[in-house]
């Protein structure tokens, strides 16, 4: 078995999947993990049978297999008792006793959470996005848990800008999930990090996803929850904040959108009104500069293309219309306005103008 520390981690977080990790660390106490396993010293202690069995006949073999993967990927095993172990992570109840980390080994100061919904509308998709990529240019690392939707605009947008991101997983490495995030979580690696507490050939199942949680709210200096319904996992997220004492922003919606029920209810509860990105960064004593159409060189066919756009999404066939241009010369208008971070383009060939 030897007595390489990184085996003891990939075997304690084998358990991970079956054994809760309050139970972990109560079951571990104040051993190292040489005595822990070397010792058996589990055999002493009530156990589930399940729990017992998994320990008594760990399998070494497989261990040493993703050992071997993690090596050659690059990928870290950091455990609770690791000077790299997130220290955000102990003030958990439930800490992870192991972690796998993938990418980034630093985790920068200071950090937000942003999540909602898995099905946002093109409001929910337009201000996650704004806030992202703001809060990411004013040195936030934005930490999402990589699933269909808005979580997935917060790490592109973060990403667009040149900024930092963190995915937490429900699953191993070796299952990204959702599979069409796959590419999105590879382009993470090369300015961020991606986070799991699961052993790299963990398929994801539903119940991995309310614990990951646990873990980016705990990374996070505060939770913004863009468009997410009353019962959104996004709000799992942001009572283990509340919890922690982390504070909750909450970006309001229309009150006939089944999508802002649950934003509207944490800001009835407490969380803070958030209507723009400086509402969140006046907390942290910071200022958001933005650059504004004015301060930028624009052609006269790029002022107007501005001026019928508005906050409500306009589609392409209505914006070549408005200006009476051919889809080439329209689409070549647009792409540079999206560059210059004036226009962002929405599903279904719609688009608007950032509000910045």
């Not at 980016?216 to 996070?220: D, H």
């Not at 019962?231 to 709000?235: E, P, T």
């Not at 914006?319 to 200006?323: A, Q, S, T, V, Y």
């Not at 889809?327 to 689409?331: A, M, Q, R």
């Given at each position: 078995?030897?007595?390489?520390?990184?085996?003891?981690?990939?075997?304690l977080?084998?358990?991970?999947?079956y054994?809760?990790?309050?139970?972990?660390n109560?079951l571990?106490g104040?051993l190292?993990?040489?005595?822990?396993?070397?010792?058996?010293?589990?055999?002493?202690?009530p156990?589930?049978e399940?729990m017992?069995?998994?320990?008594?006949e760990m399998?070494?073999h497989?261990?040493?297999?993703?050992e071997?993967?993690?090596k050659e990927?690059?990928?870290?095993?950091?455990?609770?008792?690791?000077?790299?172990y997130?220290?955000k992570?102990?003030?958990?109840?439930?800490?992870?006793?192991?972690?796998?980390?993938?990418?980034?080994?630093?985790?920068p100061?200071?950090?937000i959470?942003v999540?909602?919904?898995?099905?946002p509308?093109?409001?929910?998709?337009?201000v996650?996005s704004?806030?992202?990529r703001?809060?990411?240019e004013?040195?936030?690392?934005?930490i999402?848990?990589?699933?269909r939707?808005?979580?997935?605009v917060?790490?592109?947008?973060?990403?667009e800008?040149?900024?930092?991101?963190i995915?937490v997983l429900?699953s191993?490495?070796?299952?990204?999930y959702?599979?069409?995030?796959?590419?999105?979580?590879?382009?993470?690696l090369?300015?961020g990090?991606?986070?799991?507490?699961y052993?790299?050939?963990?398929?994801?199942?539903?119940?991995?996803f309310?614990?990951?949680?646990?873990i980016?709210?705990?990374?996070?200096d505060g939770?913004?929850?863009?468009?997410?319904?009353e019962?959104?996992?996004?709000?799992i997220?942001?009572d283990?904040?509340?919890?922690?004492?982390?504070?909750?922003?909450?970006?309001?919606?229309?009150v006939?959108?089944?999508?802002s029920?649950?934003?509207?209810r944490l800001?009835?509860?407490g969380?803070?009104l958030?209507e723009s990105t400086?509402?969140?960064?006046?907390?942290?004593?910071?200022q958001l500069?933005?650059?504004t159409p004015?301060s930028?060189d624009?052609?006269?066919?790029?002022?107007?293309?501005?001026?019928?756009?508005c906050?409500?999404?306009l589609?392409l066939?209505e914006?070549?219309?408005?200006?009476g241009?051919q889809?080439?010369?329209?689409?070549s208008?647009?792409?540079?306005?999206?560059?210059k971070?004036?226009?962002?383009s929405?599903?279904?060939?719609?688009?608007?103008?950032?509000?910045?």
């Open positions: 078995m030897g007595l390489d520390p990184d085996r003891f981690l990939i075997a977080s084998l358990l991970s999947p054994v809760p990790p309050r139970s972990l109560a571990i104040n190292t993990l040489n005595e822990f396993f070397e010792r058996k010293a589990w055999k002493n202690q156990l589930t399940e017992f069995s998994r320990l008594e399998d070494w497989k261990v040493e297999r993703i071997k993967w993690c990927n690059g990928v870290q095993v950091l455990g609770k008792w690791s000077p790299s997130p220290e992570l102990k003030r958990l109840e439930d800490p992870p006793v192991a972690i796998y980390l993938w990418g980034e080994a630093a985790f100061e200071p950090s959470a999540v909602g919904t898995r099905k509308s093109n409001y929910g998709r337009e996650t704004r806030l992202s703001e809060l990411a004013a040195g936030f690392t934005i999402s848990g990589l699933a939707g808005l979580d997935s917060a790490h592109q947008a973060a990403l800008v040149g900024g930092k991101t995915a429900g191993g490495f070796e299952h990204i959702p599979p069409e995030n796959r590419k999105l979580a590879l382009k993470i090369e300015s990090g991606l986070i799991s507490e052993p790299p050939d963990t398929s994801p199942k539903q119940w991995y309310p614990a990951r949680n646990r980016i709210a705990a990374l996070s939770v913004v929850v863009t468009e997410a319904g019962s959104s996992g996004a709000l997220t942001c283990f904040a509340l919890d922690l004492g982390i504070e909750v922003y909450a970006v309001p919606g229309s006939l959108s089944a999508q029920k649950g934003c509207h800001i009835k509860e969380a803070k958030v400086q509402d969140i960064l006046e907390d942290f004593g910071l500069f933005p650059k004015s930028l624009l052609s006269p066919e790029e002022r107007k293309a501005l001026e019928i756009l906050s409500d999404p589609s066939d914006f070549l219309e408005k200006l241009l889809t080439k010369v329209g689409l208008l647009l792409s540079m306005l999206e560059v971070g004036l226009v962002r929405l599903p279904g060939n719609y688009y608007i103008k950032s509000q910045k």
